[in-house]
C-alpha cells in the first residue's frame, strides 16, 4: 500500500524527503479531485492531506471517506495553528447519524 500526500510545495516537499509520494496542488478544489483519483486507485492505503488545504473541503472529504476504503487523514501545513478536531461530529457525518 502506498502513501500519498496532498498539498502545498512546502508539505509536499516536507513528506518526499522522508520517501513519500505527493501531490502539490494550489487550491482546495484541486486537491479533492486529486484525492478522488487516488482513492479509485487500488494501490494506495492513505492519503495525508495538508490542513489548510482540508479545512475548506473537509465536508466533502468525509462524504468520500463513507464511500471509500482509503483513509484520508488531514495533518497540520508547515506554519498552521493547532486546531481541535472533533472525532465524534465527523464519525457521526461518516455514519449519518
Do not use: C
Amino acid at each position: 500500500m502506498k502513501i500519498v500526500t496532498v498539498g502545498s510545495r512546502v508539505f509536499v516537499t516536507s513528506s518526499q524527503l522522508a520517501g513519500i509520494q505527493g501531490i502539490i496542488v494550489e487550491t482546495p478544489e484541486k486537491a479533492f479531485n486529486e484525492i478522488k483519483k487516488l482513492t479509485d486507485d487500488s494501490d494506495v492505503g492513505l492519503v495525508l492531506v495538508s490542513d489548510d488545504i482540508s479545512n475548506p473541503i473537509n465536508d466533502q472529504l468525509t462524504t468520500l471517506r463513507t464511500e471509500k476504503s482509503t483513509l484520508i487523514f488531514s495533518l497540520p501545513a508547515p506554519g498552521s495553528k493547532k486546531v481541535e478536531i472533533d472525532y465524534r461530529v465527523m464519525l457521526k457525518k461518516i455514519l449519518g447519524v
